[in-house]
């Protein structure tokens, strides 16, 4: 059953209306916030999803990357515009001399779908993608004391294959960043569930 669940996640209009009915598009506004961007700002929004949560940003320049083809195309149909550019590419090393140095990157219940060695790459770029004074923020299932059996259970059956500890989170964010903090959230929905928020700045790698 869960396995079909998971399935009827490529839907974008179940995928949406399953985020607000569990409260997680509660969490990535919690995200925005974090970032309070202004108008001007670029961004770049790697694993965009459908982008539902596009309309709460400011007017800010957007990328969004997704490696569905169905959740893009629905998000250029819904938000695609001279300043909401939405592509199907995997964001890495080629786009840094095509796109503006970003004031905020978004990386919103990505890592933990990701192996250890494609995490520190996307860190690398996103790191290099940042212009100065810039901020990625990432959040994630995740694994923490005192985790309730019901938590759990949610990051256990959670579709990304590599739920980790927000210690190991951390330790993959540094290799990049040389100010990393973070705080676990465990009231963001209305199933329990454990979530690590992380903030990154001051990228060790540079932008060429």
Partial sequence: MLSAVKSLLGNVTLYVALQKALGSDRLRYR?????????????????????????RLPAVTYYGFDTSERYIAHARKRFGSERAHFSTEIFGEAHLGVIPPADAVLLLGLLHHLSDEDSRALLRVAAAALAPGGRVIAV???????????????SDND?????????????????????VDGEVIDDAIRVPSSFWLMRMASPILTRA
Avoid: N
């Fill in 159 to 179: 579709r990304g294959e590599h739920v980790r500890t927000p210690e190991a989170f951390v330790a993959l964010a540094r290799e990049s960043f040389g100010e």
């Fill in 31 to 55: 995200c925005l916030d974090e970032l309070a961007l202004k108008d001007g700002d670029t961004v770049i929004d790697v694993g965009c999803g459908p982008a539902y949560y596009f309309p």
């Fill in 140 to 154: 994630d299932t995740c694994y923490e004391p005192g985790q309730g059996r019901i938590s759990t259970w949610m």
